[in-house]
């Protein structure tokens, strides 16, 4: 893997993930994740199907069209014509934002989800400037972010579909440890055993980097949902999200 997406997957990065929990702190408070490792393992696993799947198709889907967006002209007086391809370009943005929007029910979790992004998107026009960078707005969906990233970094789709599943339970996992007292070797191994059910889910994810926007999947996670309201709504939290 190329060093420059080593470093979009690096916790070190300066994009706020370490303050999401991914579900897991209003899991722990609700009681629904104990001190037992085999219940961060199973929410791990359901988070992989659902948040992940989605946000690695649509990471996926970002770097592919990040691809084709054009390149900004010479900057021109307001009243001049739009550029070429650049309403073409906007309203796909536009399209595929109203297509994560739909699929997350929870305005919690839309209200995370762009801040993440507008984080990440503040990072990556520094570290990878690109084009397509600059026509996302100022709080895109962390995932279409993410996925244009890639694209900035010289990644592929797929690339961007294991950052994403990646990132779908790596944050959580580092949660749970600081919330629970996890032994993080065990955790660690639990994590690694994952691994071939988080490749298969990246594999699927990439398949829709080429489909129509309205054709990515929508698993639902009623339960994300909730209590990713409940979290909202309360009035002590260590986590953001």
Request: charged share 15%.
């Amino acid at each position: 893997m190329r060093q420059a997406l080593l470093l979009l997957a690096d916790s070190r990065l300066p994009a706020g993930a370490h303050a999401h929990s991914g579900g897991v702190a209003p899991a722990v408070d609700e009681g629904l994740i104990s001190g037992d490792l085999a219940d961060v393992v199973e929410f791990l696993r359901g988070r992989l199907h659902t948040a992940g799947l989605l946000a690695a198709a649509v990471a996926a889907r970002a770097c592919h069209l990040a691809a084709a967006t054009p390149a900004p002209t010479e900057a021109r007086p307001a009243a001049a014509s739009p550029a070429p391809g650049a309403a073409a370009a906007d309203a796909t943005w536009a399209e595929l934002d109203a297509a994560v929007d739909a699929r997350t029910p929870s305005p919690a979790q839309r209200q995370t989800s762009r801040a993440q992004g507008r984080a990440l998107l503040r990072v990556a026009r520094q570290a990878f400037p690109h084009p397509a960078l600059q026509t996302l707005g100022t709080h895109p969906h962390h995932p279409i972010a993410l996925g244009v990233a890639v694209h900035a970094a010289h990644g592929t789709p797929h690339e961007a579909a294991a950052l994403a599943v990646a990132a779908s339970i790596n944050g959580p996992a580092s949660a749970a440890v600081r919330l629970l007292g996890l032994d993080p070797l065990a955790l660690t191994a639990a994590h690694a055993a994952l691994t071939p059910t988080a490749d298969a889910v990246a594999t699927e994810a990439a398949q829709y980097a080429d489909r129509p926007t309205d054709a990515l999947p929508a698993p639902s996670a009623p339960l994300l949902d909730l209590l990713a309201q409940a979290h909202a709504r309360s009035e002590v939290r260590l986590f953001a999200s």
